[in-house]
């Protein structure tokens, strides 16, 4: 089992940055992916950034050249660095971790961006 919870969501002018957390627990040591995925009102949940054990990265062309995704490994955490936010970018934004072909998530943190 994995355990996955979130920080750093807000609300930010349009411009802005904000830096989301994920912190691991549990059965880290079985994680090969972690990633970010969002979800606004009334759409689907998609994929924002991905980042492999090592640490290959991966990004959707919505975000690309404005968020960054890393891990810090000796503190169990991932980080997504988002700069230039746009109104957009709103939605609830999940830590996402695969191990053993399970896909664990976390409760989401809410990011709004005002224009």
């Known amino acids: 089992q994995v355990r996955l919870v979130e920080s750093g969501g807000g609300l930010v002018q349009a411009g802005g940055s904000l830096r989301l957390s994920c912190l691991a627990s549990?059965?880290?040591?079985?994680?090969?992916?972690m990633g970010w995925y969002r979800q606004a009102p009334g759409n689907q949940r998609e994929l924002v950034a991905t980042?492999?054990?090592?640490?290959?990265?991966n990004y959707a062309d919505s975000v690309k050249g404005r968020f960054t995704i890393s891990r810090a490994n000796a503190k169990n955490t991932v980080y997504l660095q988002m700069n230039s936010l746009k109104p957009e970018d709103t939605a609830v934004y999940f830590c996402?971790?695969?191990?053993?072909?399970?896909?664990?998530w976390g409760q989401g943190t809410q990011v709004t961006v005002s224009s």
């Open positions: 996402s971790a695969d191990s053993f072909r399970t896909k664990y």
């Open positions: 549990g059965s880290i040591f079985s994680i090969n992916v």
């Open positions: 980042i492999t054990s090592a640490d290959m990265t």
